[in-house]
């Protein structure tokens, strides 16, 4: 049996996707599946239970500091899974990819200042955004037969309007596009032209799916870097999301100062070692678990996709360049997004609602599809009953 196949009980562990759908979505019942929040329900992988069981069984917490195997690991990660040379000047690392993005609009921007995302999109940019008390500048992407592209033009617009940052998710969630060189080098371009920071949110870069490429703006040229910082993350690759850790990259060194002065003035210079243990483990010795599971994801997309073209062929699904998330269009059901919802989890299924990315979003819903392949089988028996042409 393959391991990715074992369906593990995540109820009662505190588990946001499973055990808060009531506190967070106001759902109640106990039968309901969820398949919103960007889990997996697949246990990480072996090696790095093995060194956390050998941390734990040392039990000294004391305060600690990242070691010389962390920055070596992600370094030769990082090359060798997408050939991108980083210094270790350039790595700092953060509770979570959120938690350095705010710090850095802090530190960049200034109240009501204007930051771009382009929508739809992940909807907690924009919840930082607000919540910083600077202001959303919406770049809606382009969709076109279930493709997403970028509006460059509008893009330049916005900049030009005086935004001071741009949140760029690469690749994206929730459309699952991996941005090309092209793409990438032309907002860059436009950032530069424009001296707007590019925010980089690179967290879903290793898993892109075969045979899609993923490039990340730490290749651009020098040129087009030095107001640049880019988000990475072993937490979303390896299933460590609670163990709350990634690493900021910022090839400016003035800038990469900057950042992390604003770490020690929050107080947080100071790292989890179990955290950093798994994240260090993960780099060094999980590349084929990360290959076998892949290939998990990708036979997943496949099932839906086929279950969609057979059973629900009103319902557009283009399978995803990157993640394990699946956008389904749902705008030919002609149902308001409450409707759509309400559908849904009278089928028993919970997905995270199109319009919560935005208004672009609006008509879609976004479904993970990191579970065992029996799980997402039990779920497309639900979408049938919930998205069935028959109102
Ligand atoms: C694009 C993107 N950025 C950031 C995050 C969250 O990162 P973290 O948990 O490290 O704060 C997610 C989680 O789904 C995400 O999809």
Redesign the pocket.
Known sequence: MNAFDNKINRRDTGSVKWDFMEQKLGLEGTDLLPMWV?DYDFQAPQQVLNRLTQDISHGVFGYSERQEDYYQAAINWFKTQHDIVIKKEWITSIH????GIAMALQMLTKVNDQVVIQSPG?G?FRKIIELNDRRVLNNPLIESDGHYRLDLAHLEDCFASGAKALIF?NPH?PTGRAWTEQEITKVAELCQKYRVWLIS?E??SDLVLAPNAFYSSLKLPKALTDKLIVAT?A??TFGL?SL?I?NFIIPNEELKTQFVRRLDAHGMDCFNNLSMSAATTAYQECEAWLAELKQYLQSNIETLSKFLKAELPHIRFTKPEATYLAWLDCRAMQLSDTELEQKLISAGIVPSIGCGFGEEGSGFIRLNLGCPAEVLEGALLGLKAALNNSK
């Open positions: 960007s979570g990819v959120l938690p992940y907690s998710c969630n949110d967290i879903w993350a937490s979303k999301s709350r990634s």
